[in-house]
């Protein structure tokens, strides 16, 4: 597969593989022996860059999909890179399906969690490390500190931010330069394209999760599509809901045409547009399929000139579609 580079050294797959659906969110967690085999595939595929986060697991194993990513990529670890992410726990007297958020950026706490995560990732250093949501309580420079000293004791090679605005972006960076800022980015979700100067600015990259809008933007699902409630997300997402689906129909059928006309497939479409957009875009779509997996790697080979990606920015900007998911709410410990 094509690379590009985060930051100002960080190559990585065009690609990445966000792995939270295979023990996190989208329902029953998969079975690990066929996960570990489809992490083994990906590898084989050309896919480094793998995406996980010390909360990503059931409440029975609340770490478990670091734990998985251990154990499957360990015999890979000198070929790939692996992202993971700080600070936060999940509220679990809360009946909502999506949890929210409770945030913690204690240097304790980070200093804790990153030892945990090392041990379970069976590695003896990150890629890069994120902080994704921010802590009223700890300012972001205090943060930002922390990470420089892990960098200089070589735990972590890299850091980021993620659902981050500018202000906070340029005041983490000022005290240690941030690798890349990983936001919700789709066709669907495009509210961070304002901050796309200032990372220019800054040499940042941007790590995109939620592609596409969690898997809507496959034109897979229709109306009749279940989603297991009370563990998968997709279930009180908006995009999902029948009113959504129904507002959806004019988007996906014109990706579904775009899609045909340029011989790919709407998933497809949905990565090519925003790789082709900047060079330091890489998207991470998660599957626990094997065929999903090698159809979403194979999009880092469609090229769209600026002129179709304008068209399409100019097409989106007109299509009338549903909310979409934006994340789970952050709330005070």
């Known amino acids: 597969m094509k690379t590009r580079t985060l930051g100002k050294d960080f190559?990585?797959?065009?690609?990445?593989?966000g792995c939270m659906g295979m023990s996190h969110g989208y329902g029953q967690p998969r079975d690990k022996k066929e996960m570990t085999e489809l992490l083994a595939q990906a590898v084989d595929f050309g896919y480094t860059f793998f995406d996980t986060a010390e909360v990503y697991g059931t409440p029975e194993?609340?770490?478990a999909n670091e734990t998985l990513?251990?154990?499957?990529?360990?015999?890979?670890?000198?070929?790939?890179?692996?992202?993971?992410?700080?600070?936060?726990?999940?509220?679990?007297?809360?009946?909502?399906?999506?949890?929210?958020?409770?945030?913690?950026?204690?240097?304790?706490?980070?200093?804790?969690?990153?030892?945990?995560?090392?041990k379970r990732l069976q590695t003896d250093h990150i890629d890069i490390y994120y902080?994704?949501?921010?802590?009223?309580?700890?300012?972001?420079?205090?943060v930002a500190g922390v990470m420089a000293d892990l960098i200089q004791e070589g735990k972590i090679l890299h850091w980021g931010l993620s659902e981050v605005d500018a202000d906070t972006l340029r005041r983490a960076h000022a005290v240690c330069p941030v690798t890349a800022v990983q936001?919700?980015?789709?066709?669907?979700?495009?509210?961070?394209?304002?901050?796309?100067?200032?990372?220019?600015?800054?040499?940042?990259?941007?790590?995109?999760?939620?592609?596409?809008?969690?898997?809507?933007?496959?034109?897979?699902?229709?109306?009749?599509s279940h989603f297991e409630a009370g563990s998968d997300y997709r279930s009180v997402m908006p995009q999902f809901q029948k009113d959504g689906m129904e507002k959806n129909q004019e988007l996906?059928?014109?990706?579904?045409?775009?899609?045909?006309?340029?011989?790919?497939?709407?998933?497809?479409?949905?990565?090519?547009?925003?790789i082709c957009k900047k060079p330091w875009i890489v998207p991470i779509p998660g599957t626990t399929n094997v065929g999903r997996m090698k159809e979403n790697g194979a999009a880092a080979d469609i090229v769209l000139t600026a002129d179709e990606v304008q068209r399409i920015d100019d097409t989106l900007d007109q299509l009338d579609m549903s909310d979409v998911f934006g994340g789970s709410p952050t709330v005070k410990d």
């Open 183 to 224: 936001n919700r980015y789709s066709m669907m979700a495009r509210w961070y394209e304002p901050m796309f100067p200032v990372l220019e600015e800054l040499q940042v990259g941007l790590v995109a999760f939620s592609p596409m809008a969690n898997g809507l933007l496959t034109a897979r699902y229709d109306s009749h």
């Open 61 to 63: 194993d609340p770490h």
């Open 69 to 118: 990513l251990g154990e499957a990529l360990k015999s890979f670890r000198n070929r790939i890179q692996i992202g993971t992410k700080f600070g936060i726990h999940f509220d679990m007297s809360s009946p909502a399906t999506n949890k929210p958020i409770v945030p913690d950026a204690r240097p304790e706490t980070i200093r804790q969690s990153v030892e945990d995560s090392l």
């Open 131 to 142: 902080q994704p949501r921010q802590d009223p309580a700890v300012p972001v420079e205090e």
């Open 11 to 17: 190559t990585v797959s065009a690609i990445g593989l």
């Open 252 to 274: 996906l059928q014109w990706i579904r045409e775009l899609a045909r006309l340029k011989g790919a497939t709407p998933a497809q479409i949905s990565l090519a547009w925003m």
